[in-house]
């Protein structure tokens, strides 16, 4: 018995021993290798070989995640890359070693560390409810030399860029339009990664809007590209109207939009509900309506920022409908209205189902151009008049039960009732609805 419990400790005494000197080599490799990389990486700095980066493409929606098997890689991963076109929230993660363990990772953004090092390059990605994952574009570079990174020809066209710092909000945004001031319009831009292009839209010389990829809550970065055309590498010149006319898209920027610059009103856009005395027509920029209303035809909001350019006749109505339920095949559409006129108690106000709940007599000028605000979220519904420039702040409502709160169509509208002429609507866009909005600062 006194044998056999020696022969027990002994046995367990070889085991301790055996498991110590495997966690010791083990040590000894990875701290072998972490200098040995630090001594390699500055000498293979300048045998980089830039190579395309790995594309994925989908078309799946919502619920679902993607995890690719994992990709193996020359060297040790050094930097890892995701840019990825969605609609709605997809977030990512990335590991470099095979998805043991990952690292989330904005969309548009570049990690250099963070994570755990390995030569096998993973990315999973989760798609939440009403949501699209399209493409995603996957970069990296190694201990071996290899840069597999995303790299834009059109930034060989600029001379200059600037850092804009992007400070977040009250929550993590997606494709979330964001508002940075300029003072010039060749400009081009880019996500955090400093070479994904991002759509924007300049409504004028100093107010832009960019469809940033991701901002998290803690913020991020963009980046603003301008100045003079230069010779691209094939020996050839391209202007900077032909670059960015491919990034300034309204509708690729905004959750709806249209600046009625078509000859005709887009039927896929809108359907219209006529009265007897209609008039619609697209006119020098501008939507003219008369005794008549045009709704979404598939569009609808819940919550969200409307936001629109208009002006009207002597005693016309600008009227706009919010969350409307049912589509413009119905008689009285209708459930959240906003007006603004010089008509004595429709200077400014907001109605529900026909019925005004708020009026500030602080009429409108005949003909004069204004930008109106409306937000609308789960407490109700903030109306605000601007001057055609922004600098003055002209008229401001707030009705906080407006009643249904489901996702409805918006429509455009000039009522027959005021007796009136036309209305015209130069443009009408809607942005995504945040309690604390993300805000731009250029570092200079």
Not at 8 to 35: H, P, Q
Not at 107 to 112: A, E, F, I, P, S
Not at 226 to 233: D, K
Request: net charge negative.
């Amino acid at each position: 018995m006194l044998s056999f419990i020696i022969n027990s400790i002994f046995s367990l005494e070889v085991i301790d021993d055996i498991k110590e000197e495997i966690m010791k080599r083990y040590l000894f490799f990875i701290i072998l290798g972490v200098l040995g990389l630090g001594l390699v990486l500055p000498v293979q700095a300048a045998s980089v070989v830039a190579q395309p980066p790995l594309i994925f493409e989908y078309n799946l929606d919502s619920p679902a995640t993607v995890e690719p098997k994992p990709i193996l890689t020359n060297g040790i991963i050094k930097s890892i890359a995701i840019s990825a076109e969605t609609t709605g929230e997809v977030n990512f993660e990335v590991s470099a070693n095979g998805g043991i363990a990952y690292t989330k990772i904005a969309n548009g953004q570049v990690l250099g560390d963070g994570f755990i090092p390995g030569n096998q390059l993973r990315f999973r990605a989760t798609i939440a409810a009403d949501s699209v994952l399209r493409k995603v574009v996957l970069g990296y570079t190694d201990s071996s030399g290899a840069s597999k990174l995303f790299n834009n020809p059109d930034l060989a066209n600029y001379k200059k860029h600037q850092e804009i710092d992007v400070i977040g909000g009250s929550q993590n945004l997606f494709n979330y339009p964001l508002l940075v001031k300029v003072n010039r319009s060749d400009i081009y831009f880019t996500a955090s990664d400093g070479q994904t292009p991002l759509y924007y839209y300049l409504e004028d010389k100093e107010n832009c809007y960019v469809k940033v990829l991701q901002i998290p809550q803690e913020g991020t970065k963009i980046y603003m590209y301008y100045n003079e055309v230069i010779a691209s590498p094939a020996g050839t010149k391209q202007s900077q109207k032909e670059i960015v006319s491919k990034y300034l898209d309204g509708e690729k920027v905004f959750l709806f939009f249209d600046d009625f610059n078509a000859p005709l009103l887009t039927p896929e856009k809108w359907e219209t509900i006529a009265g007897v005395n209609k008039e619609s027509l697209i006119k020098d920029g501008y939507l003219q309506l008369k005794d008549c209303l045009v709704l979404s035809r598939n569009f609808k909001i819940k919550q969200g920022v409307l936001e629109y350019k208009a002006k009207a006749a002597e005693n016309a109505a600008i009227q706009v409908t919010l969350r409307s339920k049912v589509s413009a095949q119905t008689l009285f559409p209708y459930e959240q209205i906003v007006y603004s006129s010089n008509y004595p108690g429709a200077e400014h106000t907001i109605a529900i189902n026909n019925i005004a709940k708020l009026n500030v007599s602080k009429p409108i000028q005949p003909l004069t151009d204004y930008i109106y605000k409306a937000t609308i979220n789960a407490s109700g519904i903030l109306f605000e008049r601007f001057s055609q420039d922004r600098q003055e702040k002209q008229a401001q409502i707030q009705f906080f039960d407006s009643g249904n709160q489901n996702a409805g169509y918006i429509g455009l509208k000039s009522d027959a009732a005021f007796n009136a002429g036309s209305v015209y609507f130069d443009w009408v866009r809607v942005r995504p609805y945040v309690e604390t909005e993300p805000v731009a600062e250029v570092i200079k």
